[in-house]
Each structure stands twice: as structure tokens, then as C-alpha cells.
């Protein structure tokens, strides 16, 4: 159950009651009664007096009799009392103080959690994409036309791997090594991007990323 910081109105009034009794305000043997000294300053109801003269009755301060009053028996209680109630007033502020932590450490933990859920998943995506990606290159006239990707060793010096040629409209998926290059055919290679260099550099093109 979620306590308040502030106390309940009713131990609000007896304290107060309290603190004019320790000041001697109010002295030890004094008469009054709750709704006259209490009523018109804080505008409390009938109920919420007789609680808290309940109160400082059960704590020995006040002796109340129906009809009558209430009369001040012991202005040591009424200190005692005060002293209390300060102290369990501090102990409210303080819970409810630790509870508004908590609460915000809590808010923190999550967009925490979230952010690193997010970064995780970022970087999979990242390194999924990063690993095998496809990049084109177009055999031009010179050294790779006539020759096969065996004779070339694609797959030795570049450790990458041609998925597919495109011979103008046909195109040889899986090609194997067997596959003779002609100008003018589009190797899709698939590779890492630290491979990249070395396929570049042995078939003389800029990759081009699909």
C-alpha cells in the first residue's frame, strides 16, 4: 500500500494541540475543547477532531469526557509525543523520498535495457548485412575475356564467391569453375567488404553495390 508523505489530518491537529501544550500555551490541568480551539483554524470536521483528541487520549496528554472537554494531564507526554511525531514525519518524507528514487532508477533501468536492446539489434543488422553483401562487375575487353573462373582462381585469391554471370539476357547461377568469361558479362559476387579490395583489384573494376 502506497504511503503519503504527509500525515493524516487528524495527527496533524493533535500535534499541533501537542506543540501548544509543550509551549505552555495550553498548561497542565487546562480545559478546552477540540471544536472551539480547533474548528475555525483549520476548518476541519467534527470527526477529524475527535480522532485527534482520540489520539491524545491514548497517548495520555489529553483525559476527554463526553459533554464536557477535554482537560491537559501531562505536558511530559505532550513533549514525548511531539518529539515522536517529528521523527515519524521525517521517516514519511524519507520513504516516500526513496520510493520517488527508486521509482525514477527503475524508469532508468528500462531506457537502459531498451537502448541496449536496440544497439544490439542494430549491430546484428549491421554485421548480418555487413558479412554477405552482392556487388556487380562487368568483364571488359583484355586479360579476364576467354578464360573460365577456374583458370582466373577467382575463389583463391579472393576468397569471395561469383553466385551468378549474367550473359545478357541468360543467366548461370552457381557458375562453376568450368564457366568461360566473355566481355561484356556481369559477374554478381558475393563478399565481405574486406574482400572486396582483392576482387577489384584481379578482375580491374570498381565494385558496384546492387
Not at 475555525?40 to 464536557?68: F, P
Not at 562453376?176 to 558475393?190: E, F, I, N, R
Amino acid at each position: 500500500m502506497k504511503q503519503s508523505a504527509t500525515p493524516p489530518i487528524y495527527s496533524q491537529v493533535a500535534f499541533d494541540i501537542a506543540s501548544k501544550i509543550v509551549s505552555g500555551e495550553i498548561k497542565v490541568g487546562e480545559r478546552f475543547t477540540g471544536r472551539s480551539l480547533m474548528g475555525s483554524q483549520y476548518g476541519v470536521s467534527a470527526e477529524t477532531i475527535r480522532r485527534a483528541m482520540r489520539l491524545l487520549g491514548d497517548m495520555g496528554i489529553v483525559s476527554t469526557q463526553n459533554n464536557v472537554g477535554s482537560t491537559v494531564l501531562s505536558q511530559k507526554r505532550a513533549v514525548e509525543y511531539v518529539e515522536q511525531y517529528q521523527a515519524y514525519s521525517d521517516l514519511r518524507a524519507l520513504k516516500a523520498s526513496l520510493r520517488e528514487m527508486v521509482a525514477k532508477r527503475d524508469q532508468l533501468n528500462a531506457e537502459i535495457n531498451q537502448t541496449f536492446s536496440r544497439m544490439m539489434d542494430l549491430s546484428e543488422r549491421f554485421r548480418s548485412s555487413d558479412r554477405l553483401r552482392t556487388y556487380e562487375f562487368q568483364v571488359s575487353e583484355g586479360p579476364m575475356a576467354g578464360r573460365s573462373i577456374g583458370e582466373l582462381q577467382f575463389r583463391q585469391k579472393t576468397s569471395a564467391t561469383i553466385v551468378a554471370v549474367r550473359k545478357g539476357e541468360e543467366i548461370l547461377l552457381s557458375p562453376g569453375p568450368q564457366t568461360v568469361l566473355s566481355a561484356g558479362d556481369v559477374l554478381v559476387v558475393a563478399c565481405e567488404l574486406s574482400q572486396l579490395e582483392a576482387v577489384s583489384r584481379l578482375l580491374g573494376y570498381p565494385a558496384e553495390t546492387r
